[in-house]
């Protein structure tokens, strides 16, 4: 071959491979706290914006009104809005590409005419649409306070919606996130359901899984090969089949557990830390999951805590910044950080759970307001933003911006 034919051949080779990655798939499983964790190590954001006057704010969309948080996917962003909207946003200027509902209206006519009246609106003060959607990179899925879930592709066609017919667990809402955990599609409707992602189809349901429930998301984890979930209110149930290997190893009612190396962390006003046995037997009890270490910290908790480098920190509902030594349980700081504004009616809320973006801690309120901490087990505040437009959501990161969820606004943060 000619030199002029080999490089012919290698632009050739170069243009298809530069086309492929173009038009590769997302395949990144994201969605509540983007992997679960709350922690967003390689980010960058600014750590000073406002709204008034607006400085790093690259992009501002009027979505609606919900308490879930968004999640990224390549190039698009996907969110949740009352009472059964999912709202696909371009990520690069905010820009409205859909939306589609999945409602009562939505369903089949054979399933829809077979709903009682009163199951169609279920009591709520949270509102539909808290659970946050999650993506395994081809497809995003969202569940409804209704009970209804759905399957989108990313252009917007629906793939499947089924209804859930369970009575809601908990007074306020439903708030447990979807999650894809074992080649399953995770739901909490009141027992834990497993659905086949590709139909829709349940594959079980974990019917001893009942109340008194939570409004926590399950994390998993492996007891040898196993996966196993395990429930806010400490329930290990075996992935595979649902089956529950055990009952109350630890409990939280508001925020998820969070787990590490398979020890799961129940941050709460009586938290614990349980190790995971390496293997599963026949008649297992709660014997069996000895406790790491316990700890009295006094306070209620809305806000999921985050691990990272051995340290937990965490916020109570009180607003008191705390971090804890996950291999001890040992309090090594407590501080607060005046989010509550006690002359205010209603005052701000603890709901957004705390979140590692890529160097420092963000903690905030659903008022918008925001202190960003060096971690550490000293108190080394950054900046504290007084920001005017919040909500319950999570912030969530991307690189050198993070996407804040106000009360009817989603912003993009960055330079």
């Known amino acids: ?91 690069a200027d905010g820009k409205l590409l859909w939306t589609k509902s999945s409602g009562f209206a939505d369903l089949p006519n054979d399933v829809a005419s077979q709903i009682e009246a009163d199951k169609k609106t279920p009591h709520t003060e949270g509102g539909y649409a808290t659970p946050s959607p999650v993506t395994d990179g081809k497809r995003v899925f969202v569940y409804f306070g209704t009970s209804i879930a759905a399957c989108y592709d990313f252009s917007g066609e629906r793939k499947w919606i089924i209804y859930l017919d369970y009575q809601q667990p908990v007074s306020e809402c439903r708030a447990v996130s979807p999650i ?96 995971l046995p390496t293997r599963v037997g026949e008649k297992m009890t709660a014997k069996d999951f000895p406790e790491k270490w316990s700890a009295t910290l006094e306070q209620g908790f809305f806000a999921t805590s985050v691990l990272h480098d051995g340290l937990i920190y965490a916020i109570s509902r009180n607003a008191e910044y705390m971090v804890l030594d996950a291999a001890k349980g040992d309090i090594v700081l407590r501080k607060p950080l005046d989010l509550i504004e006690t002359g205010k009616n209603p005052k701000p809320q603890m709901y957004p759970s705390v979140t590692l973006g890529g160097k420092h801690i963000f903690v905030s309120n659903d008022a918008g307001d925001t202190v960003i901490l060096e971690p550490g087990r000293e108190f080394k505040e950054t900046a504290r933003i007084k920001f005017g437009d919040g909500s319950a959501a999570s912030p969530v990161f991307d690189g050198p911006v993070f996407y804040l969820r106000g009360e009817k606004t989603l912003y993009c943060v960055g330079k």
């Open 180 to 275: 894809i955990a074992g080649g399953f599609l995770i739901l909490q409707p009141d027992p834990l359901v497993a659905l086949n992602p590709d139909t829709g189809k349940v594959v079980w349901a974990n019917e001893k899984e009942q109340i008194p429930g939570s409004y926590g998301t399950s994390v998993v984890g492996k007891m040898g090969e196993t996966e196993v979930l395990v429930t806010a209110t400490g329930d290990v149930v075996r992935l595979s089949d649902g089956k529950i290997l055990v009952q109350e190893i630890g409990k939280v009612f508001h925020p998820s557990p969070i787990i590490k190396d398979n020890i799961v962390y129940f941050i709460t006003d009586t938290a614990n830390a349980i190790p």
């Open 1 to 91: 071959m000619t030199l002029a034919r080999t490089l012919v051949a290698l632009c050739s080779i170069v243009f298809a491979l530069t086309l492929l990655g173009a038009d590769a798939p997302v395949t990144q499983v994201s969605g509540w706290r983007g992997d679960g964790t709350g922690c967003y190590p390689n980010a960058d954001p600014v750590l000073d914006w406002a709204l008034n006057p607006k400085k790093n704010i690259k992009w501002a969309a009027e979505i609606g009104q919900s308490h879930s948080s968004p999640i990224v996917a390549g190039d698009k962003i996907f969110v949740t809005v009352e009472p059964d909207k999912l709202v696909c946003l371009n990520k």
